[in-house]
C-alpha cells in the first residue's frame, strides 16, 4: 500500500511563512501577498499585479498556484455538483457541493484517493486505497469549488478517505482555510466525519482544531457493525462511546451519529433499542440517512414509511433523530455513492 505523498511545488496548501521561506521573494512581504490572492482566487502568477512582471514571470517557470484540475464537472436537478479532480499523478478523487433548503453551500471534500475502511455499504470503500491527499490537493477541492458555484458557506471531511486516518493533511487544510489573513472561513463551519476511530477522535479532542465532529454509526449492534464497518473489529463500540464522551466533553461540542440505514438490516425496532442504549448519557444527534444505490452492492434503500418508523422509534426513546434530505443522487454524488465511475456513465453540463 503506497501511502507516499507526491512532491509537488503548488503553492495553494503553503502558508505564508512556508512561501517566504520557499520563493525567491524580493522582499519579505511578498509571501503574505501572494497568499492573500491565493485566498481571494488567484490561480496564476500572471495576476497578482502588485508582484513585479519579472517575479511573476521567475514564479510561473518554477512553481504552480495549483496541483490539480477539474476533469468533469456534474450537475444533479436538485443542485447538487460533483466535481471530478485530477490530481498531479493521474488519481482521481470527488468534491460534491450539497446546497440546503436555506441555500447555504456545503463542501464534501475528500481526503483520501480512495478508501481503506471497506464499509459494506460504501462504493468508495469498494474501490481500495492508494495514498492521503497532501493539503494542497484538499484545499484545491474547496478553492475549485468556490470558483464554480460561488462562496461557500461550510466545508465537512465526508467525501472519499477516512479524515482521521490523514489529519497531518487535514489540520494543515483547516489551519490555512481559517486563517484571518486568508479565506477565513469559521471553525464552526467545519465538520469532520469518521468512521469511528478512537484514537484520531481523541486526538482531535486533545489537540484540535476544535472543530464539529460526526461519527458514522450506522448500528449499535456489535455484531453487524463489525459486518458492515471493519474499523470496529479494532475500534469496538464500547470504546468508541468513551471516545465521543471524552470528544464532547473536553469540547462542549454536540457530536453527530450518521446512520446509513439499508431496507431490513439496521431499521427494525431492536435497532432503534440500541442505537439509543448506545446514545444515551452521550451529547449527540442522530442523522439518518436513507441509504443511496450503488450497484453491485447488496442493500436496498429503505421506503420512506421504513425510514420514518425508524426516526418514530427513536425519538420515543428520547433521541434527538432527524432524516438528511437525499441529494446528488441522479449523479452518483450522494453519500456513499462516491467512487471513479466511466465517463460514458456521466452527465455533463
Ligand atoms: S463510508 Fe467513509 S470510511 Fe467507510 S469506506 Fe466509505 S469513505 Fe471510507
Redesign the pocket.
Known amino acids: 500500500m503506497n501511502t507516499e505523498h507526491p512532491a509537488t511545488s503548488a503553492l495553494s496548501g503553503m502558508d505564508s511563512v512556508e512561501m517566504a521561506a520557499l520563493l525567491p521573494l524580493d522582499k519579505p512581504f511578498r509571501a503574505k501577498q501572494i497568499y492573500r490572492w491565493i485566498a481571494n482566487g488567484a490561480r496564476n502568477f500572471e495576476v497578482m499585479t502588485n508582484l513585479s512582471a519579472s517575479l511573476r514571470d521567475e514564479l510561473s517557470s518554477r512553481f504552480t498556484v495549483f496541483s490539480t484540475s477539474i476533469s468533469q464537472t456534474l450537475t444533479d436537478t436538485d443542485g447538487t455538483v460533483k466535481l471530478q479532480i485530477e490530481l498531479s499523478d493521474g488519481s482521481m478523487v470527488e468534491t460534491v457541493l450539497l446546497t440546503d433548503e436555506k441555500g447555504r453551500k456545503t463542501a464534501c471534500v475528500s481526503c483520501q484517493v480512495g ?5 459494506a ?5 469498494h474501490i481500495g486505497y492508494l495514498r492521503n491527499l497532501e493539503a494542497a490537493e484538499i484545499i484545491e477541492q474547496f478553492y475549485h469549488l468556490e470558483d464554480s458555484v460561488g462562496k461557500l458557506d461550510n466545508i465537512v471531511f ?5 479524515p482521521l486516518l490523514n489529519l497531518r493533511a487535514i489540520r494543515k487544510t483547516i489551519a490555512i482555510l481559517t486563517d484571518p489573513e486568508g479565506r477565513g472561513l469559521s471553525k464552526r463551519r467545519i465538520t469532520i ?3 469511528g476511530l478512537c484514537e484520531g477522535i481523541i486526538s482531535l479532542a486533545d489537540e484540535g482544531p476544535t472543530v464539529r465532529l460526526a461519527v ?1 454509526l450506522t448500528t449499535a449492534n456489535s455484531e453487524l457493525r463489525k459486518s458492515l ?1 471493519p ?1 470496529t473489529l479494532s475500534n469496538p463500540l464500547p470504546e468508541l462511546k468513551k471516545a465521543i464522551a471524552y470528544f464532547s466533553g473536553k469540547t462542549g461540542s454536540r457530536v453527530t451519529l450518521e446512520a446509513a440505514v439499508m431496507a431490513g438490516v439496521n431499521t427494525d425496532e431492536l435497532s432503534a433499542q440500541e442505537m439509543a442504549s448506545f446514545a444515551r448519557d452521550l451529547n449527540v444527534h442522530i442523522n439518518i440517512i436513507p441509504w443511496n444505490p450503488v450497484s453491485g452492492l447488496p442493500f436496498t434503500t429503505p421506503t420512506n414509511k421504513e425510514v420514518r418508523a425508524f426516526v418514530h422509534a427513536l425519538v420515543r426513546l428520547g433521541l434527538n433523530a432527524t432524516v438528511r434530505m437525499r441529494r446528488g443522487k441522479s449523479i452518483q454524488g450522494a453519500c ?1 455513492q ?1 467512487g471513479s465511475r466511466p465517463t460514458e456513465e456521466r452527465n455533463d453540463i
Not at 478508501?115 to 464499509?119: E, I, T
Not at 465526508?158 to 477516512?162: K, R, S
Open positions: 478508501c481503506p475502511m471497506g464499509c455499504f460504501c462504493q468508495t470503500g465526508m467525501g472519499m478517505g477516512e466525519s469518521t468512521s458514522s464497518m474499523v456513499g462516491l
